[in-house]
């Protein structure tokens, strides 16, 4: 009230009796109330390997965007694909620094959670509707756990990018037996190099970045990608056959720096997991609307490409006879539940 006084005596010809008498309603009326400042924005930048079109980048790209519109601007959440870092393990860590609130591994999920390599397993996860039952549900809660324990990082969402087929450029993989002698680019995670060497290729690590010039090159015959990465990335400039495999499900997720989540108030929490879960259903619709040998065939072979169907029987037979044994020993438990699970 001291400040008021000084405030009206000073500056403005409002008589102390006025605003004695009047209160906060003589204050307001007065032209005395002090201005509210609005508080700034929560800054919430999301990094990601990839540009649209890529399926995420469409999804989070569409997530920022509606975070600001349902928050009325209290967060203000920038999506930045293929901008801000070229590589996935540098957005992991960005995110794990908080330098970057928000970013995930892309398809090198396995590399920075080592916890996700038994999903890569070749022929382990069956079917979309097992995946996403199980990542939205009693695994996907316990991994999220564990990686707010370890890594400091809080799971927003799981989704995919599908499952892997090879590409390659000299002839089609039908049978294990055609990858004998074959140079596969493989993600630099174990598990995709045992999966090419176990079924009978020659599997070489290789950050994306290289993978064009290789390519053309001919350092390497090709390598496996899901059917919705291998049209936005343009691997058909590089390749000139498709061979659809499914070998690999290619589980990945969005994370959020664990400090910012905590520091989020219940009600910004829930329109993160909210939007965060609508945008994992736009990525989902997105790969699985062309992981099919009709739709492949459709996206790809304008482009120049080949696309034939796999021998998947004989590739599961191969996996599981000379692959799964030590995944099965080294994940234990988790690769029963998995094994077991009934969609």
């Given at each position: 009230m001291a400040d008021i006084m000084k405030i009206s005596s000073r500056n403005l010809p409002v008589?102390?009796?006025t605003v004695m008498k009047g209160g906060l309603?003589?204050?307001v009326a007065s032209g005395l109330a002090p201005t509210i400042?609005?508080?700034a924005p929560i800054k919430m930048v999301m990094a990601h390997i990839n540009a649209v079109p890529e399926s995420a980048a469409i999804a989070f790209d569409w997530q920022a965007q509606e975070v600001k519109k349902r928050s009325n601007g209290e967060i203000d959440m920038q999506f930045f694909g293929a901008t801000l870092m070229s590589k996935e393990l540098e957005i992991m860590n960005a995110v794990k620094s908080g330098n970057v609130q928000m970013g995930g591994p892309a398809g090198a999920a396995a590399t920075v959670f080592p916890e996700m390599g038994v999903f890569l397993v070749p022929y382990l996860v069956k079917d979309y509707d097992q995946a996403y039952k199980m990542f939205n549900g009693k695994i996907g809660d316990t991994l999220d756990k564990q990686f707010q324990e370890k890594y400091k990082l809080k799971t927003m969402c799981f989704f995919d990018y599908g499952f892997r087929h090879f590409w390659t450029s000299k002839k089609p993989i039908v049978e294990p037996k055609d990858l004998r002698g074959a140079k596969i680019r493989v993600q630099q995670a174990k598990v995709f190099g045992d999966t090419i060497n176990g079924l009978g290729g020659n599997a070489v690590p290789m950050a994306w970045g290289e993978v064009i010039s290789a390519a053309k090159q001919g350092v390497i015959d090709g390598g496996d990608l899901p059917i919705v990465n291998q049209i936005a990335l343009k691997i058909y400039e590089v390749s000139k056959y498709c061979s659809m495999t499914f070998h690999n499900y290619g589980p990945t997720l969005n994370t959020m720096n664990l400090a910012t989540w905590e520091g989020l108030s219940d009600?910004?929490?829930?329109?993160?997991?909210?939007?965060s879960r609508e945008a994992q259903e736009k990525c989902r619709q997105l790969t699985e609307s062309v992981d099919n040998f009709e739709a492949a065939k459709k996206e790809l072979e304008p482009k120049g490409m080949t696309v034939v169907k796999g021998d998947v029987a004989a590739f599961r037979k191969v996996a599981q006879d000379k692959i799964w044994p030590a995944y099965k020993k080294q994940y234990g438990e988790l690769w029963d539940q998995i094994e077991t699970f009934k969609a």
């Open positions: 008589r102390r009796r309603a003589g204050i400042a609005k508080a009600a910004h929490k829930k329109l993160m997991m909210d939007t």
